[in-house]
């Protein structure tokens, strides 16, 4: 996308043909939920799904619509509400309806910076 921008250059710091990094903002979800990637399977048909704990702590395969990437997370349409508990991993340890022991999750620090995405995160367990 190309965009043009004016804005007053009073010192000069600007030359004709230098070019600036400008990062805009295309528009805010307040009530958006993310998931970070690793949290998304897809199924047999291609369908994404997530694994999400039940009250009684089993764990159930919810089918999500996905929207688009933001970061190291997916943007969910559909498919979770607020105060869902998506499982991140652990995947081979369980199967759908086994009982779990959810554990918070935080994105590890050799996976890179964790960005602060302007979303309503779903609790997220692995």
Known sequence: MTL???FPNPSGEL?????????????VDPDALAVPQQSVRRNDGG????FVVRDDNRAVLKPVRLGRVAGEQWLVDEGLKAGDRVIVDGFQKFV????????PWSQSADSGARRQAQFKDSAIFR
């Open 4 to 6: 043009r921008g004016e």
């Open 47 to 50: 369908a994404s799904e997530v």
């Open 15 to 27: 030359l004709p043909g230098m070019y600036v990094r400008v990062q805009i903002v295309q528009g």
């Open 96 to 103: 759908a309806g086994d009982l779990v022991d959810p554990k």
